[in-house]
């Protein structure tokens, strides 16, 4: 057996080689299953990115519409929502909304 070892030792270290290496492909740190894994993080972050970055424009526009140059429609579009106040003789309707 160890002289058939011998004749065969290229081929048995090629294949251990082969076999380590494709494993490695697949499966490891570093390997394809992983890469399709971290490129799906990679575009839900961006989408995530996206959202953020929208609510902040949203954010700096409202800010300054409160800054020292008030906005008094702004102001009274606020006040109608949080407090339900209109003007006499005005209809006030609620309009439910799911979204978040």
Do not use: P, W
């Not at 030792?9 to 394809?32: A, H, K, Q, V």
């Not at 579009?77 to 949080?82: A, M, N, T």
């Amino acid at each position: 057996m160890l002289t058939k070892i011998k004749k065969n030792y290229f081929i048995l270290i090629s294949t251990i080689l082969f076999l380590y290496f494709f494993f490695n492909f697949l499966d490891g740190e570093r390997g394809l299953i992983s890469y399709f894994a971290k490129k799906t993080s990679l575009e839900e972050l961006k989408n995530k990115k996206i959202l953020i970055v929208k609510k902040i424009e949203n954010l700096e526009i409202k800010n300054s519409l409160l800054t020292n140059n008030l906005d008094l429609d702004y102001i009274e579009i606020l006040i109608r929502q949080k407090f339900l106040f209109g003007k006499e003789g005005e209809k006030i309707y609620l309009i439910k909304n799911y979204e978040n």
